[in-house]
């Protein structure tokens, strides 16, 4: 079992940056593969980013590939998503998960976390 909790999300402007994190507890996050997924407005939630329990292996959507980095620091059990170059389309409520049912980029994650909200204005 592993709790997660988002923070970081807010208002920035097109081209702006910001950091989440992804805080998780229980004994088992190190051996977890990550997630980032979204979901905007009107939208079905989205794969966005996956990182391996070791960090040594990350997948990324194409719409954020080059601009978003996903990494882990498992002594901090936190993962983080940097955004680069933010886009109003990646106004979304952007949400952390553990443990993915079979593909990492898949919407099918068994832990959860609440959601933070991500808004970039133009």
């Known amino acids: 079992q592993v709790q997660l909790v988002e923070s970081g999300g807010r208002l920035v402007q097109a081209g702006g940056s910001l950091r989440l994190s992804c805080a998780a507890s229980?004994?088992?996050?190190?051996?977890?593969?990550m997630g980032w997924l979204r979901q905007g407005p009107g939208k079905e939630r989205e794969f966005v980013a996956a990182?391996?329990?070791?960090?040594?292996?990350?997948y990324y959507a194409d719409s954020v590939k080059g601009r978003f980095t996903v990494s882990r620091v498992n002594a901090k059990n936190t993962v983080y998503l940097q955004m680069n170059s933010l886009k109003p389309e990646d106004t979304a409520v952007y949400y952390c998960?553990?443990?993915?049912?079979?593909?990492?980029?898949?919407?099918?994650?068994?832990?959860w976390g609440q959601g933070t909200q991500v808004t970039v204005s133009s």
């Open positions: 998960a553990a443990n993915p049912i079979g593909d990492p980029k898949s919407r099918e994650y068994n832990y």
């Open positions: 229980g004994r088992t996050f190190s051996s977890y593969t």
């Open positions: 990182i391996t329990w070791s960090g040594g292996i990350t």
